[in-house]
């Protein structure tokens, strides 16, 4: 059971740790696939061993740390993410390259597309050094050779037992697949049998923030609503029912919040947990949220996971209590009849309170599989309904009776964009000549 915070610190900004939000948005993505594990981040943790034991640069270190930690950003909507840990790889450069795109969209995290973008080309015995007419950078090879390295170690039950092979494996590829150096490196270090611990420790979070480059860079606010925005691209580029959920709902929650008197650093909090809400829907399958038959009860029951969840990955985010709060409340009703907590007018505050209002608003003005959307008037009747059954906040449902023509205008703008955005990233991603220039190889203001 999580314990909820108090809502307002009171401080004017807030400070939230770099490393949280990449650790966390690590996680989020694993949760697409239970089989996965925490791919990224052991790999991400080889990568950084084996860099360290060979005093690379702290450019070379933080790129190829934090490359790292998310290489598979890119499997999102493919349905072959559990192929692409095969040894034999089968078209491993489609994911590498959306991967690529996506961060490239986020100024934060655009240094480290370049790396992303060809995380499974081969050393080829120096060839591997250009690939479709771009060089291709040497932390690349050395994220390509921990990937595989922590595919041929996971699921074993003896580590320790298996490394010979592994190393064996590893080396027998050597100036092929991989980079000589970087093996040699492997080799050595590999002697260490807690090298091998470390990668399946339950303490995995905790020793990458020992070691991690930015563990005492902190993010201002405007830069924590970045990286909330991007998280919703990826929630929401899964299904194109929902293509727009998140944004929508942030920017309906903001407007409303701003209409009840909440301050700046509140509103843009609200925002967030509006961006945020529905994180936790990366377990359920996308399969799930597309069909227009009616989901079974099992089905239900899985469903009902994800504001859980939400509220799991937030939780690792210091600094972002009130916004995991109010995220993970979306679905919590004023008379307990919602989930998961079964919370009451009495716990919750005026954030959850908008954030329910918000989603369950945007969610009727949306088409379903099932249903198409209906109009902003019929919505609202459809909340009043529920407020005269005690389960939503009639102060929040009249803000958004008094505001309707602003909130709608600020909701159809933001959705539009949005689907702007997501519809060329996908158009991009098809055409590979085309995004290669778009991928920008900017430096990170953190570098
Ligand atoms: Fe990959
Ligand atoms: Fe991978
Ligand atoms: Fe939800």
Redo the contacts with the bound molecule.
Sequence with gaps: MYPYSVANNGLSTIRVPLFDMICALSTALDLLDPALGSHQKRTCLIAAQIARSMSLSDTDYQNVFGAAIFHDIGAIGLNDRLSMLDFEEHDAHIHAHLGALLLARFPSFACYAPLVNCHHVQWNHGLGQMHDGQNVPMMSHLIYLSDRIEVLAQGQDNILGAAPEIVAQICAESGRKFHPHFVTAFCKIAQQESFWLDIFSNNLDRILKDIAPFENIDLELDHVLQFAQFFALIIDSRSHFTATHSAGVAITAETIARHLGMGDQECMKVRMAGYL??L??LAIPSEFIERAAPLSEKEIARVRS??YL?LDILSMIGGLEDVAEWAAS??ERLDGSGYPFHLTAKDLSLGARILAVA?VYT?LTEDRPYRPGVPPDTALAMLDEWQQQGKLDGHVIAALHDNLAVVESARVQAQHQEGIDLAEFWQSAVSPSVTAQKVRYEKSHYA
Excluded: N, V
């Design positions: 809400h529905d936790g829907k994800h504001s939400t979306h679905h989603d969610a």
